[in-house]
DNA sequence: GCACCGATGTGCT
DNA sequence: GCACATCGGTGCC
């Protein structure tokens, strides 16, 4: 009998893990992201996020992350505030915050903490694990070898969105809901204890000492290079 | 492998 | 105007 461990309010990091079923049947609660994001962030790694279509499921495995606070973070997007743009960071728990950044791509943020307490954690990159096909037909062809296009195909915030076929009609998506286009999962299977780094979070120039990205240690899927590790 | 740069839309200082 | 939670190409090591 599984336990519903994705229904605890601790992450998991640590303990012994049952056996999983095969699918990732199972939702991550909104209990599990009201709580601030950079406890959030790194209890995220290793779990399963995918989007739904008429084109079927692509899904990843979630290797590197970012936390993003309020009006405590000026490298927040909620930091000046609520905005039209920036709506969803302001409410519940749970809901998926899509923006669009550099004039061509998408970033997805799953947020964190109660309506008003504006966090949320930035999904920076995955590994593939559901859907390649699809996933590669979204993605441009390059000329890359296989082996790279497969690390390629949701390395980086933007790619990551392209791959799953994320846009703004996503924003607000609540992935705690069953049936919703967006949903994520614990890890599919007992994963051990995963091997976690910090360091500064990148592409931005405020506050950006604090060590608020979390990443697998060595993952091939990661984004940037690892060169600060902190922990 | 690494550095640089242009493409582009949106929301502000 | 300009800064941006970016990416893909080119050129060089």
Request: proline share 9%.
């Amino acid at each position: 009998m599984p336990v519903r461990w994705a229904g605890r309010r601790q992450g998991w990091r640590g303990r012994t893990l049952p056996t999983m079923p095969p699918e990732p049947a199972e939702l991550l609660t909104r209990a599990f992201f009201d709580r601030p994001s950079a406890e959030v962030a790194p209890d995220l790694l290793g779990c399963v996020f995918w989007s739904d279509s008429p084109k079927g499921r692509v899904a990843v495995r979630l290797v590197e992350v970012e936390a993003y606070e309020g009006e405590s973070d000026p490298a927040s997007h909620a930091f000046r505030g609520q905005t039209q743009r920036n709506a969803v960071m302001f409410g519940p728990a749970g809901h998926a915050y899509v923006y669009f950044t550099y004039g061509m791509h998408f970033c997805v943020n799953l947020v964190c903490e109660p309506a008003g307490q504006p966090s949320a954690v930035l999904l920076r990159a995955g590994q593939v694990i559901e859907g390649a096909g699809l996933a590669g037909e979204r993605r441009p062809v390059g000329r890359s070898p296989a082996s790279a296009r497969e690390r390629d195909l949701a390395r980086g915030p933007g790619r990551l969105c392209q791959a799953l076929g994320i846009d703004r009609a996503f924003d607000g998506t609540d992935v705690c809901a069953p049936g919703s286009a967006l949903g994520i999962g614990p890890p599919e299977t007992a994963e051990g204890a995963l091997r976690i780094s910090r360091g500064p979070r990148i592409g931005i120039t405020r506050a950006a000492d604090r060590p608020l990205r979390f990443w697998l240690t060595g993952d091939r899927h990661v984004s940037a290079h690892q060169r600060v590790t902190a922990g």
